[in-house]
């Protein structure tokens, strides 16, 4: 769906007891957003009109019934888009006072319909992509969904086995990678640490390095540069194992992956140490990282830039992106929230969506 040849994106307010509201209102009235894509929000305009008087914005918020009602009313020369947050009204009125930062079950049910209405809307091709506001993994079970995080639950609801995250900083700022930026991409997810092994085998690790090459295809055509990516794959122990000395993971699953997947035509080596192999990447020398688990592949990234950082889901039939950090109750409701990680994740979401 475009207007005016931008991408409309939705914007999922998230659980509205963390930031989400408002580094929402702060992007939108940054004026960044609206050369690149039309926003218009899924949640609650009681929220949002809240989170423009905590941050001292002045955005008019108007209610619409749909996209199109959106994009006839935008037609209207003498509303500024930069002063104009437009919301597709969506939830309970219950969660309207859901705004006290601890874990509330009506905010996590929000989260939930607010990402279950902008997936049915994506797939129906209404909108180009979706970008999400961050939801609470206690908070979500709590109102009876017992999903891992956004991923997985977008996974399910588009009806794919293969998927991914990875974690984006895009180019133009120092140790952001190379001309496409850097990327990292996760074997696994949210699982404990004894429970990674059962998942880290030749075809998961393959088929991760695949999403990766994939997407970064994507990212360098939507930047009108040329060349194949570059994937590094990362060991799971220290030192790569030591020649099986401190583990013999590389040589039995992870070098096999590798070869597999070079097989298949993608520019890829590894496994490589990963404290040697993350400086490498982030002064340009591959495209993305291939994680093994959650932490091994987060805190290398969010300590290079976290404000920054788009999550992107690799492997669905539609495109979303997200900001990298959480809720984040300790600084919510403060007017203490950073919102470039929200503007970086819709510019991103505008970026591909036409690609």
Avoid at 332 to 343: K, L, P, T, Y
Wanted: hydrophobic content about 45%.
């Amino acid at each position: 769906m475009t207007a005016a040849n931008n991408p409309v994106i939705a914007i999922t307010i998230g659980d509205p007891t963390g930031v989400g509201p408002e580094v929402i209102v702060k992007a939108i009235a940054s004026g960044r957003l609206h050369s690149s894509c039309r926003p218009i929000v899924l949640g609650r305009t009681a929220i949002l009109q809240k989170a423009t008087e905590l941050s001292g914005i002045s955005l008019d918020i108007v209610e619409v019934d749909s996209v199109d009602d959106m994009l006839a009313r935008a037609n209207d020369s003498r509303r500024p888009p930069a002063g104009t947050l437009w919301c597709l009204p969506t939830g309970k009125p219950e969660s309207d006072s859901a705004t006290e930062p601890k874990v509330d079950a009506r905010g996590g049910q929000l989260a939930y319909d607010c990402l279950v209405r902008a997936t049915e809307m994506a797939l129906a091709g209404e909108i180009a992509a979706i970008v999400t506001a961050p939801l609470h993994k206690v908070a979500l079970h709590a109102a009876g969904h017992d999903w891992p995080g956004h991923t997985e639950l977008l996974a399910h609801l588009c009806g794919v086995q293969e998927h991914a995250m990875m974690l984006y900083l895009p180019p133009g700022r120092p140790r952001h990678g190379g001309d496409a930026g850097f990327g990292v991409v996760h074997v696994t997810l949210h699982m404990a640490m004894r429970e990674i092994f059962e998942y880290l085998t030749i075809d998961s690790i393959d088929e991760k390095i695949g999403l990766a090459s994939n997407v970064f295809i994507r990212i360098r055509k939507a930047m009108g540069l040329s060349g194949v990516p570059r994937i590094a794959v990362a060991a799971l122990n220290p030192h790569a194992g030591e020649s099986g000395r401190f583990g013999g993971e590389e040589q039995t699953i992870i070098g096999p992956a590798v070869l597999k997947a070079q097989a298949g035509g993608i520019n890829v080596v590894g496994p490589l140490p990963v404290d040697t192999l993350m400086p490498r990447a982030v002064d340009g020398a591959f495209d993305a990282v291939v994680a093994m688990y959650h932490d091994q592949g987060h805190i290398a990234l969010k300590l290079l830039d976290m404000f920054d950082a788009v999550n992107i889901t690799l492997g669905l039939p539609i495109l979303r992106t997200s900001v990298a950090h959480g809720t984040a109750h300790d600084i919510a409701w403060q007017n203490r929230a950073e919102a470039s990680g929200m503007i970086q994740a819709v510019l991103t979401a505008a970026r591909l969506s036409t690609h």
